[in-house]
């Protein structure tokens, strides 16, 4: 999971690089450097649990520090989401800024999709309020994350993302 948040991190300082509106981008860099302090954490976490073996407090504190990293992916992703309907500049000819700009923009369309239905649907009231039966919720970058199937290739076990690693060779 930590490998999996850094991950996260890269995905995050490249939409933060190409976002068009500065606060956006600011957001995004502060969600992304939380995430690498707590993914970074939990990986010395789980290094000091395989050798000092099971007890209830380190797993404990294991099971907090996973929880503090899936809370900094959704912040990730929350203001990545805001940074994509805001606007991204083009991205360079990297295959990462590619792939991660292919990516947003697949979520966006989904998005713009969604509200194209929900508008020729109006489920409103009479006083032009949404209403909230049987509506659908708007798609999220979490739900296209999680709609990805897993890919064919080998992945080991702890992978550096560094290390030729592309930022969506992994399930977020």
Do not use: Y
Not at 14 to 19: N, V
């Amino acid at each position: 999971m930590a490998s999996d948040g850094q991950v996260v991190v890269k995905f995050g300082n490249i939409l933060a690089k190409h976002c068009l509106d500065p606060r956006c981008s600011t957001e995004l860099l502060r969600a992304a450097e939380h995430t690498q302090s707590v993914s970074s954490q939990l990986g010395i976490v789980a290094r000091v649990k395989a050798v000092t073996g099971e007890s209830k407090a380190s797993s404990e504190l294991l099971l907090s520090n996973v929880q503090n990293l899936i809370r900094a992916v959704q912040h990730v992703l929350r203001a990545a989401e805001a940074a994509c309907v805001k606007g991204l500049g083009q991205a360079s000819a990297d295959p990462e800024e590619e792939e991660v700009a292919a990516f947003c923009q697949q979520w966006r369309k989904n998005l713009t999709q969604h509200r194209a239905k929900e508008a020729l649907n109006s489920d409103r009231d009479e006083l032009g309020l949404r209403k909230t039966r049987g509506a659908k919720a708007e798609p999220t970058l979490m739900s296209l994350v999680q709609e990805q199937p897993p890919r064919g290739r080998n992945i080991p076990k702890h992978p550096n993302p560094r290390k030729g690693h592309t930022v969506m060779d992994r399930h977020l």
